[in-house]
């Protein structure tokens, strides 16, 4: 007697102590004894708890499937069960918990009180069910990207840090198929039907978009043409990114290709337009301008016919220098500017230029300094490099206001030549000067003054310098004036 004693006074320690709920059940479902454990989870006090019966602290959606168990405990089909089922709390929120039922049975086999735990598992559960709610708000938020990365009407690609393509859409495969239409291997840099826009020059491995991504590279509008057939070609504007994980290191890269063969081939159109036209124009510019030169040599003219001739003769030279920009700009578009090089003393050049600059200069009130040795000869084209210069000493004078200044020096470095050309002038805006050599782009500043010009000219003197295989650049700074610098090889005779 005295152990069962013992053994009551350690269970009832154990009840009191244990961190899970327990309690001794009735066969007809009253709670006869449960542990502070399981008060505490239901919000009850422990002796408002053992009034009721476990039918009344049941969620009503799980009582069926608990008292289903419970009939087939004591119909003697199992011993115990367990259950994942819902409680209502005191303060009518829902507890989840974790059920462990077993019958005890007295010695004739009749039942005499379920023994239940239950490990309070409500936090587990919500955790369950939030995650749940995440991956399923993940994978709509992946259909979504899923249907835009198809239907947008941009070629994309996802690169792997290996080069190897990981993702690609169906406007990326069209494009593909232009360039490699004997198949592609999935890695970046493969050689294919890709060229330059001159449509002429093969990309190199080095050059291609997907290889100079997987470098490390970001760019915006790289163009290209593809496919083998010139006349059957597309063009393609690329952009690429970067991909970071989350502590910053690169996984990769993405990549857009928009094809653009229409604007492309605009654009090709347009040119081709103003150098027939130009051409066209040249010839009878040429008659007017040899007619107004004979007349203005007769001496029997009234001197009011004279004076309206020479205005005449004065914009049919500058509609002549228009036509020949317009056509220089088409020839070198076509990479057709072919040099007659001879040498020439730079010197010579510079100071006729600055003679035909001076007049303007003067009526403006800009002065003009020439800063020269006394000969510098070097083997240039002598006509395009006269362009260079009357480019930008007209620009020079062009750009400055009255009392400005407009200095050209002219230098002998280790194995080149420099060509300075200077002024105090209005500068260029930080935003336009990496524009100014683009064919037709006029500053702001210049259109605002309304100072005539055509934003051809140093699109012009930019291709003679590189077809001199020369550099040219320029610093500026608004309201203080801009230096360009043009450097030429020294060529021996
Ligand atoms: P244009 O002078 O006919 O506009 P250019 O190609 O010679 O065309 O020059 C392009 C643009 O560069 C000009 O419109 C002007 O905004 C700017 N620019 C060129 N030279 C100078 C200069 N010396 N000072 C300030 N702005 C200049």
Known sequence: MEGTSDSSALWNLTLQHSPIGMALVAPNGRLLKVNPAMADMLGFAVEDLTKRGFQEITHPDDLAEDLALVTQTLAGEIDSYRLRKRYLHAEGYVVWGDLSVALVRGQDGLPLHFISQILDVTEHQEQAERLKAAHADVERERQALEAIFETVGVGLLLIGQDGRYERTNRRHQ?????????????????????????????????????????????????????????????????????????????????????????????????????????????????????????LAGRGDLPADVTRQLRVVQRNAARLESLVSDLLHVGRAGDGDLRLRPEPVDLVALVRQAGEVARPVAGASGVSLTLDVPDRLVTVVDEQRIRQVLDNLLSNAVKYSETNDSVTVVLRQTEGGVELEVRDTGIGIAPDEVDQVFDRFFRGGDALAKHIPGTGLGLDIVGSIVAAHEGTISVESEVGRGSTFLVTLPLLEA
């Open 174 to 294: 069209e494009a593909i198929r232009v360039a490699f239409p004997d198949g592609h291997a999935g890695e970046a840099g493969q050689l294919g039907h890709v060229y330059h826009l001159d449509g002429r020059t093969p990309m190199s491995r080095e050059e291609m978009p997907s290889y100079r991504a997987v470098q490390g590279e970001e760019f915006d509008d790289y163009s290209y043409w593809a496919g083998a057939d010139p006349r059957a070609r597309s063009a393609y504007s690329t952009s690429a990114r970067q991909v970071r994980n989350a502590s910053g290191e690169r996984i990769g890269a993405t990549l857009a290709y928009q094809e653009i063969t229409e604007l492309m081939r605009a654009v090709q159109v347009k040119d081709e337009f103003v150098a027939a036209v130009s051409h066209e124009l040249r010839t009878p510019l040429t008659t007017v301008l040899g007619y107004l030169e004979i």
